[in-house]
């Protein structure tokens, strides 16, 4: 494990010989905090390669989660369907977050309905957290000149834009994690309106 301050890191894969696509030679990395939570960085992983580092870190009588467990898990490929579930009972996340929908040209169709109800249905809280980029943009009425109205109207134009990409924060006290996404701003009138954005925060608890 390399160290950095309160923080380790440890390159878990590539570990095997084969690796022909080149989404399953991904580097995985396991991030660790000072108090032991820890966060799982996948790559563009198959299925098949998922599988494959059971495999291995399994070797000798070995118990797979000691290396490949984690709190937060940031998801494979954008949220392809193509995922190991055994691989997600080992990892056990409490919190997911999926890195998707930042191109508009998308034909994958990131994140999969089947990713998005079985990443954390093996948590080991009561209340897990999933976090989308793509639903942690926020968008604005585009404001159109008679000449883009037009165009909107012919189809040629879309009538919102984004104001805010889609960014998922983590921040750490060295002894817990916490995510959150921005999903707005405050109006004047709201009375904690000092606090500019409106945010949505795990674990609420």
Sequence with gaps: ??????????VLHPVLAD?????????VIRVEAAGGQRILLTGDLHDKAMDDMITHYSKGGKKPGVRLRAEVYKAAHHGSQHFSL????????NAAVIS???NRQDVHGHPRAVLMGTITRY???PKPGVFSTELAACYV???LSKTKQKEFMDGDIQLYEKSIQGIVHLRSNKKDLCLGTVHGRRPPT???ANIKWKW?????E
């Design 200 to 204: 949505d925060i795990w674990p609420e």
């Design 19 to 27: 690796l022909r696509k080149a989404n399953n030679a991904s580097c």
């Design 1 to 10: 494990m390399l160290r950095r301050g309160s923080w380790g890191f440890s």
């Design 100 to 102: 998707s929908g930042d």
């Design 190 to 192: 709201d009375p904690l």
């Design 123 to 125: 948590s080991r809280k």
């Design 86 to 93: 055994p691989f997600l009972k080992i990892v056990k996340p």
């Design 141 to 143: 009425p585009m404001k």
